[in-house]
């Protein structure tokens, strides 16, 4: 789910509102735990996910073998088409949105987007670093699952597909 990685569905609830009765999803981030294995954290809030626009949202299936591969080239080479002279503030909704509308090929080309923004600037702020590292880690979690490689053993072919994207845009 978005920037929340791996959601377990952990019921489905209605509640009155004002406008009638709305059911949605209850959904609670899952950890990974190592070994292949992920865990819901207790002290993790529910995340509350209208039923009827949940897509939109941002929930979607976890990535498959083929969408993973996929994912991998278009680390390396796909098109950057993300607006540069935006503040930080809006460029964060485009990323944000871009995830929630394209899925795990949005977060790659988001991941891609903010490796290259680091890449050219001497000093990247905090912010986006941070940002950066979040969809980072959801993105290479999801790959190394679907793909069952560590996401240590995964990590250098990511990081040579980022490379030779900022050679490609050099």
């Known amino acids: ?9 952990t019921s489905i609830e209605t509640k009155n509102l004002p406008m009638g009765p709305v059911s949605f999803y209850q959904i ?7 070994l292949g294995r992920a865990a819901i954290n207790p002290k993790d809030p529910s995340i509350l996910i209208p039923v009827e626009n949940a897509r939109e949202k941002g929930l979607r299936p976890l990535v498959g073998r083929e969408e993973a591969e996929s994912i991998l080239k278009l680390l390396e080479s796909g098109a950057d088409d993300f607006e540069a002279k935006v503040t930080w503030i809006t460029k964060q909704k485009i990323l944000e949105d871009t995830i929630r509308k394209e899925g795990a090929i949005g977060l790659a080309r988001v991941v891609a987007h903010l490796y290259v923004i680091i890449k050219r600037d001497p000093v990247p702020p905090t912010i986006v670093l941070k940002y950066y590292d979040s969809v980072y880690r959801i993105l290479s979690r999801e790959l190394s699952e679907t793909l069952g490689i560590a996401p240590k053993l995964l990590e ?3 990081q040579k597909a980022l490379k030779n994207r900022l050679a490609q845009e050099n």
């Open 1 to 9: 789910y978005g920037l929340h990685g791996k959601c377990l569905i």
């Open 156 to 158: 250098p072919t990511i």
């Open 28 to 34: 609670k981030s899952l950890k990974n735990t190592g």
